[in-house]
């Protein structure tokens, strides 16, 4: 697992340290449940990352660890993002506002009590698309709010290495929000974790598993792990794709091309190790 030395007189590493983060009760208890010891490295990655920008990645977790943390990731991004915007001078916050919701998307809690038509519309916010989604996530944490967690079960269903992660995050939305997000004994499932732990055991029955090779898709997850939350929804669509033959290529959204050429520091690292001796090619759209 990977340390980091003595970062209280480590000044290269404090002085871009976040002051301070918000962790919630709700991941502690989740955490724990995997027990003191995962529960103790899960913690010391998830604030390493948290405070000093360290990937989740490179503690080299289990990968049921490792899903879990990536999943509270998002969430500690924005809220560093909306703090750092709420201070003077930021892209908004000056006056200790806050910017107006997205023309035509309700923030609202759904109620399962409501008409046919108040459901309609929830699910017209389940099929927008992966940067659509991004945007619901600038309400932060959320406990009973589905369609804001769409962004968290689609990140869920592509790195399960299904063909069709985007199809399949919206049929579980769309069934769970129609259920009032109870199971079968009534139980309602109310908060994040709780949710994304069901996305888990979602039974695929019409998609096929294994689009990405295991060393594909740990690649595009260490880069997922490091790019900022607007690159973070293009790099879960559906058309990425991947290939190492006589070179390599990686198909993929244009401005996901332009910020890993754009961060080559950062990214290289974990590129060049897929890479090999071939050469990179994108195809971009």
């Not at 090779?213 to 794709?241: F, H, Q």
């Not at 890993?260 to 520091?265: A, M, N, P």
């Amino acid at each position: 697992m990977e340390e980091i030395t003595n970062p209280v007189n480590d000044k290269k590493a404090t002085d871009k340290a976040e002051e301070s983060v918000i962790i919630y009760r709700s991941w502690f208890i989740c955490l724990w449940l995997l027990g003191p010891v995962r529960f103790a490295k899960a913690m010391f990655a998830l604030l390493s990352y948290a405070f000093f920008s360290k990937p989740i990645s490179s503690f080299g977790l289990p990968k049921q660890v490792e899903t879990i943390l990536d999943t509270f990731t998002p969430i500690i991004d924005k809220n560093c993002e909306k703090k750092r915007n709420g201070a003077k001078g930021g892209s908004y916050g000056y006056m200790g506002g806050r910017p107006k919701n997205p023309k035509g998307v309700s923030l609202e809690t759904p109620n399962v009590n409501e008409t046919d038509t108040k459901n309609e519309n929830e699910t017209v916010l389940v099929n927008e698309s992966a940067a659509e989604m991004e945007n619901h996530l600038e309400t932060g944490h959320t406990t009973n709010k589905a369609h804001t967690d769409s962004l968290f079960f689609l990140f869920v269903f592509f790195f399960r290495n299904l063909l069709s992660p985007k199809k399949q995050a919206e049929k579980f939305v769309t069934h769970y929000t129609a259920t009032g997000w109870r199971l079968g004994g009534g139980d309602y499932v109310a908060t994040d974790e709780q949710r994304i732990a069901l996305a888990m055991k979602w039974e695929i029955k019409d998609d096929k598993i294994g689009r990405f090779r295991d060393e594909d898709l740990a690649m595009w997850r260490s880069l997922y792990t490091i790019a900022p939350p607007e690159i973070k929804g293009l790099m879960l669509d559906d058309n990425v794709r991947f290939s190492r033959n006589e070179k390599a290529i990686i198909k993929c959204p244009k401005d996901v091309m332009d910020w890993i050429e754009d961060h080559i520091d950062k990214t290289k690292p974990i590129v060049k190790p897929w890479l090999g001796t071939l050469k990179l090619e994108y195809l971009s759209y």
